[in-house]
């Protein structure tokens, strides 16, 4: 499926959907709560069929902090970037999607860990590398660590 | 006493596999529950050698970065490397020269088959064969010299840089490489006769820590355990990058999706890779190892993704950009935590020993996962 | 008195008539415990220390290494420094491990090791005690070291211990069957139980020849069992170091884990001596019938040589099995006891006793 196609696709599952053409891959920026239905869709519709979750990114823009997701179809080849950027700063929420794509279990656990965006009906949602009582999300901008070598 | 004994049957047996164990390579712990020999679940607990790379990045220049990406999956550090440079040079727009295209294509491939031979090395000695250890690690040493000879390293080598080269290969490079691979092609028969046809090493392999494809693609595993399953993952096939859409190799895949199909892909993978190898060695051609670039480097503003084949899987790296020396952010996608996400999957019903086994199958190098 | 290398009867003869001749019965008695306990007790250390060290330089062999080469001349005095190293090592105690038992069973390992040599004929009339039922004692006393792995894995307090103890009894408990299976086969050819007596039987031809095709399966099961039984590679499930770090003496350090180093290595020379005894002819040369000049130049080489030699010979077999193979898991090790290999062995049984009841053994 090309980009076109595939735009018009996506615009069909979610109309406030954003799509941006001509970039390293095709950029759907959607809001927040309409991440889980919009990545279900993607994933279920034989037409998209994105099973493949190759990349799950957290990012701190600054003002906001958001999630990159870069999806794969197996079978039709084509890729798709997905972002999301929380509504909230100081309390990030998102839905998980770690029942679409079981690898996000994980890579979600990560986000939390040096990000802070919790993930609602995350089965597993701790510390992946810190420890529990650390204080801080050190992938933060803001975050400052008094020992942290490279300034 | 008949409520003593159920009660005794249900409880479950907590054994923390790690963080120092001979067969978790490395400082995985893997909490395990167990009834009698039968696992019932594991559960890995990650970071006890999380260093922040990512963090890091954020306060290094491009070039800086290369020498830390190297101290990820260590035994891939070259296609580490080749992803961050790539990533780099396709961002601005650079031109390069084919000498080093074809000395990337080979040293990674190179890179490739010394780290399956480790993963042979282990396999082997997690199985309780310590011969193969000894076998695999004699034939890794001629690769860690040609490495030495032309990039002074011999584990970590920091030898790509955006733009090319650090330095040109070595004059005995070519010679030596074919050396190796006459050399090879022998010995990997001599795998197959010590560990590959063995019966105790096909019984504790074949039908064991079964993936299917399906869930092979829903967790994400890739590279040789991904298509140990049939799921097609090869980066260098389907999105070729460097030489491989101009050399001619296999995806190597297997429907089993057992320990021993993981096994046998690897096996095959060296050989294919020998393949790649012997069709670029006698063509390098002569040119630059670089092409002259900016002492800073500065990426314009963006969000950028490079996807690579490293020797456990796909690795990517994501850079966003704000148009400084440093990136704004940086991302790495490791190969072995997405095939760790999948361990409790494979392993809960099976055997202690079989988890071993499948942990050796699923070949995970543990800084790659913490990074 | 005349020492004859070839023949000790008169030798242990004169030592025993000598001190008839000194003091009463009971002293005699005393003092040939004694004398024979240090005797055994050096042979034991002496052959342990060269187990370690024949293991290091096979293992390197396979593995293309050189093995020990530091301490004396092709490091023969490399377990020594070891010995000393462990000699001196710290014994660490684990917090609520219980202490009696832990520091018991290292020395019931050991003792169940060591109370196997006595019935062992070296050579001719060089034995500490020549039981009429020899074998039925060998495999009595060889499987109480089970006992001393159990309790070691119990006692440490250890997760993985206890794992490596519960593999190590079920393993032991099941290939006690084959071997003792695997000996009665041979009983019924010779006739007796009596080492002396079965040595002496195969003069004319070592009983692995002679008791046709049920003697070669009873051979191969029993080294089999025999490796299982002594808990070495491929079956060394009660360690398996990738698996379980180090089994039912993980907890264990210094002299205490070289008793146990030291029971496992010199199991497998009783085992190897029971295997060259019975089914190769002990200390016995190689005799073919008929062949008077061969067999006359065979008596030339001394017994003491002969029952070195074979059981050297099975050890190093035994050596190359544990580098070759890779480990088995607990399920599989017991599906090949009960499936395979115990009614093959029955089977086996009868066979032979039907060959010894038409006479078709020499």
Known sequence: MNNEQLTAKILSFEPSAEVKDGLQYLTATVAFDKLHTLAKSLRESKDTNFDYLFCLTGMDYGDSLGVIYYLESTNLKHQLVLKIVCADKEKPVLDTVCDIWKTAEFLEREVFDLLGIDFNNHPDMRRIFLEEDWVGYPLRKDYSDNNIIVK | ?371 | MEFNIYDFTSFTKWIDESLNAAMSPFWVMITEMAIIGVAILAFYALVGLFLVYAERKVCAFMQNRVGPNRVGPFGIFQTIADLLKLLMKELVYIKNADKLLFNIAPFIVITASFLAIAAIPFAKGLHAIDFNIGIFYVVAVSSLGVIGILLAGWSSNSKYSLIGAMRSGAQIVSYELSVGLSLITMVILSGSMQLSTIVEAQANGWFIFTGHIPAIIAFVIYMIAATAETNRGPFDLAEAESELTAGFHTEYSGIRFAFFFLAEYMNMFIVASIAATIFWGGWMPFHVPGWEGFNTVMDYIPPFIWYIGKTAVIIFIMMLFKWTFPRLRIDQLLTLEWKYLLPINLFNVVLMAFIVLMGWHW
């Open chain 2, 1 to 371: 006493m008949a409520e003593i004994i159920q009660d005794i049957q249900e409880q479950e047996y907590l054994i923390n596999m790690g963080p120092q164990h001979p067969s978790t390579h490395g400082v995985l712990r893997l909490v395990l529950s167990l009834r009698g020999e039968t696992v019932l679940s594991v559960q890995p607990h990650c970071g006890y050698i999380h260093r922040g790379i990512e963090k890091m990045c954020e306060r290094l220049t491009y070039q800086q970065i290369i020498h830390l990406t190297d101290r990820l999956d260590y035994l891939s550090a070259h296609i580490n490397n080749h992803a961050v440079c790539m990533l780099v040079e396709n961002a601005l727009g650079v031109e390069l020269p084919e000498r080093v295209k074809y000395i990337r294509t080979i040293m990674d491939e190179l890179a490739r088959i010394a780290s399956h031979q480790l993963w042979w090395c282990s396999f082997g000695m997690d199985l309780g064969a310590l011969t193969a250890f000894f076998y695999g690690l004699r034939d890794r040493e001629p690769i860690l010299d040609i490495f030495e000879e032309s990039t002074g390293g011999r584990l970590i080598q920091s030898y790509y840089t955006p733009g090319g080269l650090m330095k040109d290969i070595h004059p005995g490079f070519q010679k030596r490489v074919k050396d190796f691979i006459k050399m090879f092609r022998k010995k990997i028969n001599e795998y197959d006769q010590l560990l590959s046809g063995n019966v105790i090493m096909t019984q504790r392999t074949q039908g064991i820590g079964i993936l299917t494809e399906e869930e092979a693609i829903s967790f994400g595993v890739t590279g040789p355990s991904g298509r140990g399953s049939g799921f097609e993952c090869d980066i260098r096939k389907h999105h070729p990058y460097s030489l491989y859409n101009k050399v001619e190799f296999k995806e190597i895949l297997r429907t089993e999706g057992d320990s021993f199909a993981r096994y046998s892909v690897r096996m095959d993978e060296m050989r294919e890779s020998l393949n790649i190898i012997e069709q670029l060695i006698d063509n390098i051609p002569a040119g630059d190892f670089s092409v002259k670039m900016k002492p800073v480097i500065k990426l314009p503003e963006g969000e950028y993704y490079q996807r690579v084949e490293a020797a456990r899987g796909e690795f990517g790296v994501f850079i966003s950009s704000k148009g400084e020396k440093y990136p704004y952010r940086v991302k790495l996608r490791s190969p072995n935590f997405s095939n760790l996400s999948a361990l409790h999957s494979i392993a809960h019903g099976q055997k202690i020993a079989d988890l071993v086994a499948i942990g050796a199958s699923l070949d995970y190098v543990i800084p790659d996962i913490d990074r």
